[in-house]
T-cell receptor, first 114, second 116 residues
Framework: NAGVTQTPKFRVLKTGQSMTLLCAQD?????MYWYRQDPGMGLRLIHY???????AKGEVPDGYNVSRLKKQNFLLGLESAAPSQTSVYFC?????????????FGPGTRLTVT | AQSVTQPDIHITVSEGASLELRCNYS??????LFWYVQSPGQGLQLLLK??????LVQGIKGFEAEFKRSQSSFNLRKPSVHWSDAAEYFC??????????????FGQGTTLQVKP
């Protein structure tokens, strides 16, 4: 049981390049989330998904796209990377329920855009 | 709108001393509250959670937190800090209600430094 895994762990991009971050979970969770973490700003929600084939915008969605084609995977895409997207990205997942459940986090992806 | 405030950005305590990390939330109904810990270079790990019932909740690693509705607070405590507790701590709040998506709102985090 690996929990939540993220690929890659580190990446350096040039401005304008694109990339996809992969998140996978093996806990059969319905809900999945992408956050970015910046110093002094805590975690901010980028996009989330409440089930296979569904996605929704979070607090800071601009410049990112997501897809949830399979229940266990949640992809985060950057079509044209900008230096402002330099950050640490975390994926999380949780059970669905009538109320909030604890989220399980991956180890993070450190992205630098030059 | 929901919000979470962690007033202390950075705290330093001596090993063996007691610890209290503050968390205040703004929410109109009964909140669902969480504390997470993040060690350097790692993801977030759940320390404890409060959904309902006893307002004093116990978590892992000897941590506890107390929910005080009158003060809108959910402070994290530990009676004796160990050097391995040095990390960043996040308080988070979620809501129950129609259209619930399990989303959590996180505070800005408190960095704990432990002096030998």
């Amino acid at each position: 049981n690996a929990g939540v895994t993220q690929t890659p762990k580190f990446r350096v991009l040039k401005t304008g390049q694109s990339m996809t971050l992969l998140c996978a979970q093996d806990m059969n969770h319905e809900y999945m989330y992408w956050y970015r973490q910046d110093p002094g700003m805590g975690l901010r929600l980028i996009h989330y998904s409440v089930g296979e084939g569904t996605t929704a915008k979070g607090e800071v969605p601009d410049g990112y796209n997501v897809s949830r084609l399979k229940k266990q995977n949640f992809l985060l895409g950057l079509e044209s990377a900008a230096p402002s997207q330099t950050s640490v990205y975390f994926c999380a997942s949780s059970y669905s329920w009538t109320g909030p459940r604890e989220q399980y986090f991956g180890p993070g992806t450190r992205l630098t855009v030059t | 709108a929901q919000s979470v405030t962690q007033p202390d950005i950075h705290i330093t305590v001596s090993e063996g001393a007691s610890l209290e990390l503050r968390c205040n939330y703004s929410y109109g109904a009964t909140p669902y509250l969480f504390w997470y810990v993040q060690s350097p270079g790692q993801g977030l790990q759940l320390l404890l959670k409060y959904f309902s019932g006893d307002t004093l909740v116990q978590g892992i690693k000897g941590f506890e937190a107390e929910f005080k509705r009158s003060q809108s607070s959910f402070n994290l405590r530990k009676p004796s800090v160990h050097w391995s507790d040095a990390a960043e701590y996040f308080c988070a709040v979620g809501r129950l209600g129609p259209g619930n998506t399990g989303k959590l709102i996180f505070g800005q985090g408190t960095t704990l430094q432990v002096k030998p």
